[in-house]
């Protein structure tokens, strides 16, 4: 594929709001996770990747009808680092018309609909949600998408895409296709999902939830923790950006469809996801620096992807983890963890895979617990979802 220009990028997680705030967690191997604060009496026991302030952002009055938590922590995550700017900027420059909104959510608004159905009322037709909560947008799939483009004034092509933990990451590909084929100029791609009940109890009830701080590929790991987050990128042609901007260089999608929650037994769809992104990049596997995997700490998730590693690449790959960090972020993973391969990429800085010190024997010698410094011009993002949805991208230097 042709590259893409990643003009400007930034997620907001448990580390706190903006690039800075990930940078330093990194560096200070600081996690973001804390016991679960989350809910009303009878929480679950487990670690959560929580975002601060999110309970305390006023969105515009013009925004009113899109308030709910999910979309209060979109607004957060769009202030950083000067992505709203960029974004206006970028609108000036192509015209509204020509800039796409893809956003990847799991749950998107479904803490809004919860609340809704706890307090419901009774009117004349029997019962109904509290009048607050009648804003039916809140109540669907779409709620971000349609958010993030009134929130920017772009009014290009609008796609919210919801495949679980892969959602965010799939949003690159969408866009990619969009402005190959010419539909638009620019696109705003991006991801958040907030934590609520059906998503901490839901995943419980797949026995997949931790009681301690999640420990990706240690042989003593026994579930993941889960977290919230947003992020946003700004994706356009490589002739319409900086001469040095990070690039979007090949992107890979699988759908194995499995099962509907577990893996592939032999990664098959990971492996394709990651041997296509490779292709459209235009690179063997010998030269990617840094992956940074889906490394969810469930015991299936990381000795399957650990297997599709060990298959694809040589021993001198640098391999790991960051969920350990900010939480399994769900349908926000795929852009959280595509800035942490951007600044591996900006700074030179591979994290290594937070909480774990006792390596799995399946694993293969790609997977590093440990964090290292060296330049890196190739960094890859893998992001799998429920039901066999995978997609792996490549991100370089110009």
Not at 2 to 24: C, E, I, M, N, Y
Not at 251 to 267: K, R
Request: proline share 5%.
């Amino acid at each position: 594929m042709t590259p893409l220009a990643v003009t400007h990028f930034t997620s907001t997680t448990a580390l706190g709001p903006g690039l800075s705030a990930q940078r330093q967690g990194l560096q200070q191997r600081r996690s973001g996770l804390r016991a679960n604060d989350f809910g009303p009496e009878g929480r679950l026991p487990c670690y959560i990747g929580r975002v601060e302030g999110v309970e305390d952002v006023q969105l515009p009055a013009h925004l009113a009808d899109w308030d709910c938590r999910n979309n209060r922590l979109a607004w957060l995550a769009l202030q950083q680092d000067g992505m709203a700017q960029a974004v206006a900027a970028a609108r000036e420059r192509h015209g509204a018309g020509r800039v796409a909104v893809v956003m990847g959510t799991s749950t998107s608004s479904i803490g809004a609909s919860e609340e809704a159905y706890t307090r419901l009322q009774q009117d004349e037709q029997g019962e109904c949600f509290p009048e607050d909560l009648q804003r039916p947008i809140v109540h669907t799939p779409h709620s971000l998408g349609d958010f993030v483009q009134h929130a920017t004034g772009l009014a290009g092509p609008c796609i919210t895409v919801a495949t679980a933990c892969s959602s965010s990451a799939k949003v690159f590909a969408q866009a990619a296709r969009l402005i190959q084929t010419g539909l638009v100029d620019a696109a705003l791609v991006g991801g958040v999902d907030t934590l609520c009940g059906s998503v901490l109890f839901g995943f419980n009830s797949l026995q997949l939830v931790s009681t301690q701080r999640c420990r990706p590929f240690d042989a003593r790991r026994d579930g993941l923790s889960l977290g919230e987050a947003g992020g946003f990128a700004l994706l356009q042609r490589v002739q319409d950006a900086d001469a040095d901007a990070l690039q979007l260089c090949g992107y890979g999608e699988s759908s194995d469809a499995h099962h509907m929650s577990a893996p592939h037994p032999q990664g098959l769809g990971a492996q394709l996801a990651m041997r296509d992104a490779l292709a459209r990049a235009g690179i063997e596997a010998g030269e990617l620096d840094y992956l940074n995997l889906h490394g969810t700490s469930t015991p299936a998730n990381d000795s399957v992807e650990a297997l599709a590693v060990a298959a694809l690449f040589p021993p001198s790959l640098h391999a790991a983890s960051t969920k350990a960090w900010t939480g399994h972020t769900l349908g926000a993973a795929g852009i959280v963890e595509s800035v942490f391969a951007l600044i591996a990429l900006a700074d030179g800085q591979l994290p290594g895979t937070l909480n774990s010190e006792q390596p799995d024997p399946a694993c293969g010698p790609q997977i590093r617990f440990a964090p290292e410094t060296r330049p890196v011009k190739y960094a890859m993002n893998n992001s799998f979802g429920f039901g066999g949805n995978n997609c792996a991208l490549v991100f370089g230097r110009a």
